[in-house]
């Protein structure tokens, strides 16, 4: 029998802050070197500005803690980031959750929550080691699913009081800002530029669906952390030059960032950072291989793409509440 979760039964079953903390173990067991990921299988969409993807991933024995096994997914999804436009959504996504003993299938569930939910948590997981213990304003920039994520996720790991968000479309930073701060009870303010929301933040997000820089690197204060999460095609990008050239950089694991982020690859292929400039990835910061931040004047950007090992925790941590909460619908496929 095969467990059926819908959106609502995911973000029942998966809560912040417990995404956050199946995050922190994926990551740390990547970390550890105890997890398969094999790269993204992905085909564009012939006549069409959209991704088919395929992302399978592993988590070995200690990985989901909570129930001392491993965990195996695969997530298969489209990403066609001119949908918002016509008010549909811009990823849509399906999550297998096999039994890796016997392959059996567990579960289906709606994916599209699973990406939102864990890759918001797995900033929130980096800015925990990246961003000022202080930090209390968050810039963001875009307001769809993954702006709304990541501010409820800063809000979980730092003493969030403020957030500006910039959007292009006024009603939706409008609406963003005035559904987000009854939500979360701090001030939410819809700014007019990019700029606006950046300058003077402690946090910044960068989730949108750009092509070319939406930031000048100038507009950063000392000791900003920026989470870059928008951006996970090699020829786009969120983040100017200069910004990369002054940061601390920390990527979700090296070899995603080095096939897919281009506000790295782009700098790269300019010769204006080595792959040196890279310093870590967030399963070496878990583990203490490599440092968080170190001086409170620096600024530190954490980029993400998204891997399948995020989606392999989460699943496996939204159906083991399932199981405990009564949640979803039992099938026979």
């Known amino acids: 029998m095969v467990l059926l979760l819908t959106r609502t039964d995911v973000e029942t079953a998966l809560p912040m802050a417990e995404c956050i903390a199946s995050q922190e173990h994926a990551f740390r067991e990547h970390g550890l070197g105890n997890a398969q990921t094999p790269h993204r299988l992905g085909m564009k969409v012939p006549g069409q500005d959209g991704l088919y993807i395929a992302m399978p991933s592993y988590l070995g024995q200690t990985a ?20 918002p436009a016509a008010g549909r959504p811009a990823i849509v996504a399906t999550v297998l959750l096999h039994d890796p003993q016997t392959c059996a299938l567990l579960a289906i569930m709606e994916g599209a929550s699973i990406t939102g939910l864990r890759t918001a948590a797995g900033s929130a997981v980096a800015t925990g080691y990246l961003a000022r213990p202080e930090a209390a304003t968050v810039g963001i920039l875009g307001a769809g ?31 963003f800002a005035e559904r987000m701060a009854a939500r979360l009870g701090i001030e939410v303010t819809p700014v007019s530029s990019a700029r606006a929301a950046v300058e003077g933040a402690d946090i910044v997000v960068t989730a949108t669906t750009a092509r070319e820089p939406i930031v000048d690197g100038d507009w950063f204060a000392q000791g900003t952390h920026i989470n870059c999460v928008g951006s996970g095609i090699p020829d786009r990008r969120e983040l100017d030059d200069k910004i990369v050239q002054r940061a601390k950089i920390v990527v979700d694991t090296y070899a995603s960032a080095m096939e897919e982020a281009g506000d790295l690859l782009i700098p790269l292929s ?19 291989q490599r440092a968080g931040r170190t001086d409170p004047q620096e600024i530190t950007i954490f980029k993400s793409v998204g891997v399948a090992l995020q989606d392999v925790a989460a699943a496996a941590w939204a159906y083991r509440r399932a199981r405990e909460l009564g949640l979803g619908q039992t099938i026979e496929i």
């Open 145 to 175: 699913v993954q702006a709304e994520s990541h501010l409820v996720a800063m809000c979980a790991v730092r003493p969030v009081q403020t957030a500006w968000v910039y959007s292009r479309d006024r009603d939706r930073r409008t609406d």
């Open 64 to 83: 989901t803690a909570q129930t001392q096994t491993g965990a195996m997914a695969v997530k298969v999804l489209t990403f066609y980031p001119g949908n």
């Open 270 to 288: 300019k010769g204006l950072i080595t792959r040196e400039a890279i310093h870590a990835d967030l399963g070496e910061v878990l583990t203490g």
